[in-house]
């Protein structure tokens, strides 16, 4: 226990680890802000604005309709239903799925990188070296190490993604004059529990990883590589075989829950559907998960510790 303890106290006591998860937090609410204000109600004036729009398009096309691809001018009536304020207000449940998607990717990132900074930077001071001579159980020392990452993670991510989503809850009530109903609540919980297992789950695996690598750019580089060329690569060489076992696929369908995908073999053909569960993408990442703390934890015991 006080083992633990002076680790909770360490990684407080990393500047840049605080750094990070402060900046997670600032951007979290940025998206939250610019996602609210992306879907705020329509005015007047900008209603007005599009039907201005919407007669200005009509009359430019009667006068020229081949340019709009149509040959009968009374035709160009249709495109007035196609224009609009520039802008178009999602319902409470969509504008909901699209923040928790969002701020899931800013504070998993952010949260990966404070985990493996904080180990990294035991690593790079020495301070690890220093903590096994007067522990010298490796295990316990590693465990320790990856549980003071999850439990200050838990509650950051914990914080950042309440106020968000309750920001979210807030203005539904305030925009649509009455509370959100009690299955959109229970929905929009669900969606903040998930997200928030994803985050910690990052900041864990991070810190897990940089305990065998033993340097934050080598894990750092890993997670972004697999994630920017190593998907992209595994999609254009053979989407349709590998697509349902892309890690970021299974986080969705976590998250979500639930994915479709669909695979078309050729043209006007009926395309394959497959559905990626959230049972099978919570065992398959569980699983996935334990392997690799596991393979992380053995060894960070064999090796040594510079």
Same mark, same amino acid.
């Given at each position: 226990?006080?083992?633990?303890?002076?680790?909770?106290?360490?990684?407080?006591?990393?500047?840049?680890?605080? %750094?990070?998860?402060?900046?997670?937090?600032? /951007?979290?609410?940025?998206?939250?802000?610019?996602?609210?204000?992306?879907?705020?109600?329509?005015?007047?004036?900008?209603?007005?604005?599009?039907?201005?729009?919407?007669?200005?398009?009509?009359?430019?096309?009667?006068?020229?309709?081949?340019?709009?691809?149509?040959?009968?001018?009374?035709?160009?009536?249709?495109?007035?239903?196609?224009?609009?304020?520039?802008?178009?207000?999602?319902?409470?449940?969509?504008?909901?799925?699209?923040?928790? %998607?969002?701020?899931?990717?800013?504070?998993?990132?952010?949260?990966?990188?404070?985990?493996?900074?904080?180990?990294?930077?035991?690593?790079?001071?020495?301070?690890?070296?220093?903590?096994?001579?007067?522990?010298?159980?490796?295990?316990?020392?590693?465990?320790?190490?990856?549980?003071?990452?999850?439990?200050?993670?838990?509650?950051?991510?914990?914080?950042?993604?309440?106020?968000?989503?309750?920001?979210?809850?807030?203005?539904?009530?305030?925009?649509?004059?009455?509370?959100?109903?009690?299955?959109?609540?229970?929905?929009?919980?669900?969606?903040? /529990?998930?997200?928030?297992?994803?985050?910690?789950?990052?900041?864990?695996?991070?810190?897990?990883?940089?305990?065998?690598?033993?340097?934050?750019?080598?894990?750092?580089?890993?997670?972004?590589?697999?994630?920017?060329?190593?998907?992209? %690569?595994?999609?254009?060489?053979?989407?349709?075989?590998?697509?349902?076992?892309?890690?970021?696929?299974?986080?969705?369908?976590?998250?979500?829950?639930?994915?479709?995908?669909?695979?078309?073999?050729?043209?006007?053909?009926?395309?394959?559907?497959?559905?990626?569960?959230?049972?099978?993408?919570?065992?398959?990442?569980?699983?996935?998960? /334990?392997?690799?703390?596991?393979?992380?934890?053995?060894?960070?015991?064999?090796?040594?510790?510079?």
């Amino acid at each position: 226990m006080n083992l633990l303890r002076s680790e909770l106290v360490r990684f407080t006591s990393r500047r840049a680890v605080v %750094l990070l998860l402060v900046v997670g937090f600032v /951007l979290a609410l940025v998206a939250t802000g610019a996602t609210l204000w992306n879907n705020r109600p329509i005015t007047d004036d900008e209603r007005a604005e599009g039907a201005a729009m919407a007669a200005q398009q009509v009359e430019d096309c009667r006068a020229t309709p081949r340019a709009y691809g149509y040959r009968d001018p009374d035709r160009c009536e249709e495109l007035s239903q196609f224009v609009s304020a520039n802008r178009y207000p999602s319902p409470f449940n969509n504008v909901a799925d699209e923040l928790s %998607l969002g701020i899931m990717g800013i504070l998993a990132f952010t949260a990966l990188l404070a985990g493996t900074t904080y180990v990294g930077a035991e690593f790079a001071s020495g301070a690890l070296s220093n903590t096994l001579l007067f522990r010298p159980n490796r295990w316990q020392v590693w465990v320790a190490k990856v549980v003071a990452v999850a439990v200050w993670t838990t509650a950051f991510a914990a914080v950042a993604i309440g106020v968000c989503l309750l920001a979210v809850a807030l203005v539904a009530e305030t925009r649509s004059g009455g509370d959100p109903s009690q299955a959109q609540v229970l929905k929009l919980a669900g969606r903040g /529990l998930r997200v928030l297992v994803v985050v910690v789950a990052g900041a864990v695996l991070g810190a897990a990883l940089t305990t065998a690598l033993r340097a934050t750019i080598a894990t750092t580089g890993i997670v972004i590589g697999y994630l920017l060329v190593g998907e992209t %690569l595994l999609r254009a060489v053979a989407a349709t075989t590998v697509e349902p076992w892309l890690l970021s696929v299974r986080v969705l369908a976590f998250v979500q829950p639930g994915v479709r995908l669909e695979t078309y073999s050729g043209n006007f053909t009926e395309p394959t559907v497959r559905i990626i569960t959230f049972w099978s993408s919570a065992t398959y990442l569980g699983i996935l998960s /334990l392997a690799l703390l596991l393979a992380c934890a053995a060894v960070f015991h064999r090796r040594d510790v510079p």
